[in-house]
């Protein structure tokens, strides 16, 4: 069986996904993918390049995400670019590696983790979609505690992505990270034996 996991920025996906893989789930993340698909010397990594200028290349050859993002945060333009280059190859990697681990371990849950599922439109790849949902006015606070970030930056990060509470409401499964780690592993563990799960 698999599952896609989202949320928004700063809700906690990953917290949740170290619980499912602590229970046994495998986990496919990708946003690791996407490190991979842009590593030094990929066609990708230079088609981004030639789209963005190669001065968004470090001197090593690494991609400089930092001056990325500065490019195409508030410029839709520009992130639709940046997706159009970027979603194929993930896509294509996502794919093979739920494959392969649903035919190696056919019992296993395979948590695919993606922060822009739904507005990729990739719920069809999944039997469901588990969202790790917190309230707006507490996503940003913790946004702008983890990134140090003003709340005019934070602003733009949480509206370059579909509202959480709209995420929340297409979900088929709900996890709630507002309150504390304990709630947070309770609800996983409630989730983890209606499925059945071994």
């Known amino acids: 069986m698999n599952?896609?996991?989202?949320?928004?920025?700063?809700?906690?996906?990953?917290?949740?996904?170290?619980?499912?893989?602590?229970r046994g789930a495998?986990?496919?993340?990708?946003?690791?993918?996407?490190?991979?698909?842009?590593?030094?010397?990929?066609?990708?990594?230079?088609?981004?390049?030639e789209r963005f200028g190669q001065d968004i290349l470090l001197p090593d050859g690494r991609l400089h995400r930092k001056k990325l993002g500065e490019r195409i945060f508030?410029?839709?333009?520009?992130?639709?670019?940046?997706?159009?280059l970027l979603h194929p190859p993930i896509r294509a990697v996502m794919k093979e590696r739920m494959r392969e681990n649903e035919s190696h371990y056919p019992d296993k849950l395979v948590v695919v983790d993606v922060p822009l599922l739904y507005e990729s439109g990739l719920e069809w790849m999944f039997e469901q979609v588990l969202v790790?949902?917190?309230?707006?006015?507490?996503?940003?606070?913790?946004?702008m505690a983890r990134d140090g970030?003003?709340?005019?930056?934070?602003?733009r990060?949480?509206?370059?992505?579909?509202?959480?509470?709209?995420?929340?409401?297409?979900?088929?499964?709900?996890?709630?990270?507002?309150?504390?780690?304990?709630?947070t592993e309770r609800q996983v563990d409630l989730f983890w034996r209606q499925k059945g799960l071994r």
């Not at 990708?44 to 390049?49: K, M, P, Q, T, W």
């Not at 508030?74 to 159009?84: F, I, P, T």
């Not at 790790?132 to 946004?143: A, I, S």
């Not at 970030?149 to 602003?155: D, S």
């Open 3 to 22: 599952i896609g996991l989202t949320g928004g920025i700063a809700c906690g996906k990953s917290t949740v996904s170290a619980m499912l893989v602590r």
């Open 26 to 49: 495998i986990l496919i993340d990708a946003d690791q993918i996407a490190r991979e698909v842009v590593e030094p010397g990929s066609p990708v990594l230079a088609r981004v390049a």
């Open 74 to 84: 508030g410029d839709d333009a520009a992130r639709k670019d940046l997706e159009s």
């Open 132 to 143: 790790v949902y917190v309230p707006r006015e507490l996503q940003l606070k913790r946004l």
């Open 149 to 155: 970030l003003t709340t005019e930056q934070a602003e």
């Open 157 to 183: 990060r949480l509206q370059a992505q579909m509202p959480i509470e709209r995420k929340r409401d297409k979900a088929d499964v709900v996890i709630d990270n507002s309150g504390t780690p304990a709630e």
